[in-house]
């Protein structure tokens, strides 16, 4: 029920291209799905986020894709760049019962940009 | 995110030995998360601090493993008796609410 499945576990994309990333969950009380970035040595950092009541939201070239019927969301990743090449994480949350959010990850994926 | 700070960055232990995992979180942040990252999996929730309070520990080992965050200083996770399956990343998060903030983590080595 808590589960968030990713796919795939790693992709290269050469420069310039369009880069997809999915994930799909199971527990339908989910009501956050940030998607995270990380480099190596580093710790995740926020990239873009969505709530379940907007099916798509852009900020530059990343774009969350959001399906609530099908309880799948994708990130994509418009003229990717060598400097996206990283680990990608999506997440879901459900405000807990003491009123925190807590994340459950999916096992990521790395992403290569090649030139 | 720099603004959580997390100490030390590696930690070397031998089997049975005590590690301490420090945090401090982003100025004016008073909750903290602490996330455990085996190798080539995704982070899991551990813990979620309030100064002086332990809110939710439910993804907290029953045996070895405690955390802290009191009112002075920062957050400790404090691993007893170490194992060798305890080494990954430990990732410090912190917030007033959504979005969570990590630290760059502690990597835990036991030998």
């Known amino acids: 029920q808590q589960q968030v499945k990713q796919s795939p576990q790693s992709l290269i994309v050469q420069k310039g291209g369009i880069s997809i990333i999915n994930c799909a969950y199971e527990?339908?009380?989910?009501?956050?799905f940030p998607w995270y970035q990380q480099f190596p040595g580093k710790g995740p950092a926020l990239l873009i986020a969505?709530?379940?009541?907007?099916s798509e939201k852009k900020e530059g070239r990343f774009t969350i894709s959001f399906n609530k019927s099908a309880k799948q969301f994708s990130l994509h990743i418009m003229d990717s760049q060598p400097g996206d090449s990283a680990t990608y994480f999506c997440?879901?949350?459900?405000?807990?019962?003491?009123?925190?959010?807590?994340?459950?990850f999916g096992t990521g994926t790395r992403l290569t940009i090649i030139p | 995110n720099a603004g959580v700070m997390q100490n030390p960055r590696h930690l070397v232990r031998r089997r049975g030995q005590e590690a301490r995992l420090r945090c401090s979180p982003m100025?004016?942040?008073?909750?903290v998360y602490w996330y455990r990252q085996l190798p080539e999996e995704g982070l899991k929730f551990m813990v979620y601090?309030?100064?002086?309070?332990?809110?939710?520990e439910s993804g907290m080992p029953k045996e070895r493993f405690s955390a802290e965050f009191p009112k002075e200083g920062p957050s400790i996770l404090r691993i007893q008796q170490v194992v060798r399956g305890d080494s990954a990343a430990y990732f410090c998060?912190?917030?007033?609410?959504?979005?969570?903030?990590f630290g760059n983590g502690t990597r835990l080595t036991v030998t």
């Open positions: 998060a912190s917030s007033p609410n959504s979005p969570l903030h």
């Open positions: 601090l309030q100064k002086e309070n332990i809110i939710d």
């Open positions: 997440a879901a949350s459900i405000r807990s019962n003491f009123g925190n959010e807590k994340l459950t």
């Open positions: 527990n339908t009380a989910f009501d956050y």
């Open positions: 969505i709530r379940p009541d907007v």
């Open positions: 100025k004016g942040h008073s909750h």
